[in-house]
């Protein structure tokens, strides 16, 4: 899938994500990829549910991959969850 379909999830509202999937499918991408690591997981879960429930018609879930990623920290290195949820047309 192409880098340039994927949405990565911080600390912004959810809504700006919901955009920025929603503006992904309006200029025609066929896949996007919404990621997220830690505690931003949650919203990229909320930002999925709520693009493909109130604005996205004909687009499904592709496929939801979870993992454990080592990031370094000032502490040295640890362990974040993370996820990454592929939004398709469906065919």
Not at 27 to 38: L, Y
Not at 54 to 78: A, H, N, P, W
């Amino acid at each position: 899938m192409n880098n340039d379909n994927t949405v990565y999830v911080g600390n912004k509202p959810v809504m700006n994500y919901v955009l920025a999937v929603v503006t992904q499918f309006s200029n025609g991408a066929d896949e996007v990829a919404i990621k997220a690591r830690g505690k931003a997981i949650s919203r990229a879960v909320d930002t999925a549910e709520i693009a493909l429930n109130r604005f996205l018609q004909g687009v499904m879930k592709k496929e939801i991959r979870i993992s454990t990623e080592e990031i370094e920290t000032d502490d040295g290195r640890t362990n974040v969850s993370s996820i990454e949820i592929v939004l398709m047309h469906r065919v």
